[in-house]
């Protein structure tokens, strides 16, 4: 069972355009939502994450929005340049023992020069 | 910087082997971490460690175990390996929960290919 639902699979974008890849989770008690980037033969790393009681966070051109009633959050690139085509994946977590986190399927995005 | 380093960037067994993973952190984190990566199934948590010796199971432990005898190190043991556990194997590891910063560093994995 998935709990966290991610959209798209892949994402062509025109450089200089926004990106935006969406994620949906199901458990009310995630309390920790961060988006990993990975390029292609690295790990993850974090780029950004919010918790539940802000709506909006912005680091450089990355933002999340974060819609708590409707148990959506969404990663935005602005100006998207062709160095940030990699794979994305949202996650969320509970706290607990190590704070596991469960990721969402991953965005596959292709920034175009 | 951060450090998480996996023993092999490519493995090749055979069916039924016994397959051992190694993870070494740097950082002296108490909590680490085994996932499987699949095409379009994202990253899955197998087992996870929030302490020497301690260990829990994650969301697909079946087929696997795990072994932590030093803070630094995490093993994943493939008993007997099976060809749907062909994948990519990532470790991370982070700070316990306490910490305010609930980051997991990863290290740059291990695509296994079972035969």
């Known amino acids: 069972q998935q709990q966290v639902k991610q959209s798209p699979q892949s994402l062509i974008v025109q450089k200089g355009g926004i990106s935006i890849i969406n994620c949906a989770y199901e458990?009310?008690?995630?309390?920790?939502f961060p988006w990993y980037q990975q390029f292609p033969g690295k790990g993850p790393a974090l780029l950004i994450a919010?918790?539940?009681?802000?709506s909006e966070k912005k680091e450089g051109r990355f933002t999340i929005s974060f819609n708590k009633s409707a148990k959506q959050f969404s990663l935005h690139i602005m100006d998207s340049q062709p160095g940030d085509s990699a794979t994305y994946f949202c996650?969320?977590?509970?706290?607990?023992?190590?704070?596991?986190?469960?990721f969402g399927s991953g965005t596959q995005l292709t920034v175009l020069p | 910087d951060v450090k998480v380093t996996q023993s092999s960037r490519y493995l090749v067994k055979r069916t039924g082997e016994k397959v051992f993973l190694e993870c070494v952190q740097d950082m002296d984190h108490e909590n680490m971490f085994w996932y499987r990566q699949d095409p379009g199934l994202g990253l899955r948590l197998i087992y996870f460690?929030?302490?020497?010796?301690?260990?829990e199971k994650g969301d697909i432990p079946e087929g696997y175990s795990v072994s932590r005898e030093k803070k630094e190190r995490f093993s994943l043991i493939l008993e007997s390996a099976s060809t749907n556990q062909t994948s990519m194997y990532l470790c991370?590891?982070?700070?316990?929960?306490?910490?305010?910063?609930?980051?997991?560093?990863f290290g740059p994995g291990t695509r296994l290919t079972v035969t």
């Open positions: 996650a969320a977590s509970i706290g607990g023992s190590a704070r596991q986190l469960t």
């Open positions: 460690s929030y302490d020497v010796k301690m260990k």
């Open positions: 991370a590891s982070s700070f316990p929960p306490r910490d305010p910063s609930y980051e997991q560093y």
């Open positions: 919010i918790r539940p009681d802000v």
């Open positions: 458990n009310t008690a995630f309390d920790y």
